[in-house]
């Protein structure tokens, strides 16, 4: 029986991660000037307080949720994280990005099939 509410915190959980990162590259790009420096600290401390956060989410669903799922749960950070940083910081992703995403839905949609 699939229960709704761990698969949901786990990917939340790897939801949560791939903004962590987002949130810190932003954090690292920001302008040098001193006043700009010490607000990266900030950026640098909230991404590490979500990731740990999302690392004891990930852990607290990993206790009901069957690991055939979480094979396919856990992939989504590869995915999510290059569009995210596509969206918010505007980056580009290249051709080997794109494929590199394909490969892993791909995988997914085989790895998943019954």
């Not at 690991?67 to 950070?77: E, G, H």
């Amino acid at each position: 029986m699939i229960n709704i509410f761990y698969h949901s915190l786990a990917v939340s959980a790897v939801s949560l991660g791939s903004i962590s990162q987002i949130i810190l590259k932003y954090g690292v790009i920001k302008d040098n000037d001193d006043r700009s420096i010490n607000i990266k600290y900030y950026f640098m401390a909230i991404s590490y307080f979500m990731t740990m956060l999302s690392g004891f989410l990930l852990f607290f669903s990993l206790r009901e949720v069957p690991l055939k799922d979480m094979a396919f749960i856990l992939p989504i950070a590869y995915i999510l994280t290059p569009l995210l940083s596509n969206f918010f910081l505007g980056e580009h992703l290249t051709a080997n990005q794109k494929y590199s995403v394909a490969i892993i839905v791909l995988g997914i949609a085989i790895f998943n099939m019954p």
